[in-house]
């Protein structure tokens, strides 16, 4: 006697199944890992704009229509990929944003999507390097979905995912290829915004690594912060705490203090992706050497420490202003600390930081 199949409820995802109606609409699909061993990490972004002809019913993914990242017509919108390698001894290495990208990217949000078991992610360079061809497992639940309004009629809403799982080859910008276990985090992210109204952000997670290698890690922290130029009251953030793969604290942004301090060495930030330093691109403000994240509620606090080693500063095109907007995807150590719920927290190990912004004129 067979069992029938249960009723889906929702969209299949990773999002609805919604038309980009505006030229600045967007679609995100995010993914940042480092590897167990804290020498490696991988980050990479797959998205897809509006047209400025009218609605575009398109995901993030390669075209379906066979063209390449980076291109698009009217009717598909504009679909790119970009793919940010470190290694430690190799450096910093990206693809442009034209990167080789499936058609149906692995998403934790795409449903159905059960736990513990693996799909297939690949990301290339046309040249081949660098690249990265791992299998992705999830084993967490993801934060409700948040939305931060701003400027005239513009939004930002994403949705995070921690405690990600990943097994398999990276190859780096000089070619050196390297098996490697990773432990990251995925997110998606759509809206309508031009990069200088939605000002800038400080966003960043941090697994606990210390628990079984095919399980949800201990615990995990997801925080976020933006800065919207306008109005005035329009500054929006959290932190976010799981335990076990189920988060079990939001402190929202009244409820946080940020500081930072000095400064990162100069010589440890690689503008990418390649292109860029021929474009006569303009410096950035020096990316925090520190960064101290204070969550308070009730009798629940959470300390964020943040220490940056090195960064990758991506340069992101802006369609409304000369300026790019910039993306820090910085690494180095992180210190967690703090009591929730009654029990105490606390572990030290490898982050990643972005720190955003810059493209008001």
Known sequence: MSTPALPRFGPQGP?????????????????????????????????????STGSVLAHPGAPATGRRSGTGTAAEGQHMAIL??????????????????????WSAFRLPHPHGEPGAFRVAARSAAPAADVRLTRTSRPCTSQCAPFGDDEHLRWQSEPG??????????????????LLGYHERVRGRWSWPTLGGWVFGFVNDPSGPVDQAPPAAVVFTL???????????????????????????????????????????VAMVPPLAGLLGTPPMVAVPGRLLITARLGDDRL???????????????????????????????????????????????????????????
């Open 226 to 268: 933006i800065q919207p130029a306008y109005p005035a009251d329009a500054a929006n953030g959290s932190v976010m705490l799981w335990r076990d793969g189920r988060m079990i604290r939001h402190f929202p942004r009244r409820n946080l203090r940020v500081a930072v301090s000095g400064s990162l060495d100069r010589d440890r």
């Open 164 to 181: 990600v799982l990943g097994t398999g080859t990276l190859r780096h910008g000089d070619g050196t290829e390297t098996e490697t276990g």
């Open 15 to 51: 999002f609805p199944h919604a038309p980009l109606a505006h030229p600045l609409d967007r679609k995100w699909l995010h993914y940042a890992f480092l590897s167990r061993c804290g020498q490696q990490a991988l980050i990479a972004n797959l998205s897809v704009l509006g047209s």
């Open 303 to 361: 300390v964020l420490d943040f220490r940056s080693h090195t960064a990758g500063r991506i340069i992101n095109p802006s369609e409304t202003s000369l300026h790019p907007f910039s993306v820090h995807e910085t690494l180095g150590p992180c210190t967690v600390e703090g009591r929730v719920g009654g029990r105490r927290i606390g572990f030290r190990t490898g982050g990643i930081v972005e720190f955003a912004g810059g493209a008001h004129d």
């Open 84 to 105: 940010l390698l470190y290694g430690e001894g190799h450096g910093w290495s990206a693809t442009q944003f034209n990167a080789e990208q499936p058609e149906l990217p």
